[in-house]
């Protein structure tokens, strides 16, 4: 069972967890991260890695947050692509550089 993103990333989006990932399966959405279920080997590396305790086993999200297993699946199974979600570091990096995806997301939550 692939993992999932939940709620508490939102206006977070600290990026550990991608640096966990083996397969490189983390892309970004609009409000919180996504794991794209098909590329996911259920490693469970990403899970220790969020300092929100926002990623779950599919099986394993709270109740109050299972609206996120739909939300990621639509998210891959509408038509386009989604960006990947860089390393921690390059978001970081890009967080103080005007216009950019980390800089306007983080001006949106007011902590740019």
Not at 10 to 27: E, L, Q, T
Not at 30 to 50: F, K, Q, R
Request: glycine share 4%; charged share 25%; net charge negative.
């Amino acid at each position: 069972m692939p993992y999932i993103v939940t709620e508490p990333c939102i206006s977070v989006k600290d990026h550990a967890c991608v640096d966990a990932c083996p397969v490189d399966c983390f892309y970004e959405g609009e409000d919180h991260l996504l794991i794209h279920p098909e590329e996911c080997i259920d490693c469970g590396a990403c899970e220790p890695e969020c300092p929100v305790d926002a990623i779950f086993e599919v099986s394993k999200v709270p109740a109050a947050w299972k609206d996120y297993i739909a939300r990621n699946a639509a998210a891959f199974a509408a038509k386009g692509s989604l960006p990947k979600a860089p390393p921690r570091e390059k978001w970081e990096a890009q967080r103080g550089a005007r216009g950019t995806e980390a800089n306007l997301y983080f001006q949106k939550y007011n902590k740019a």
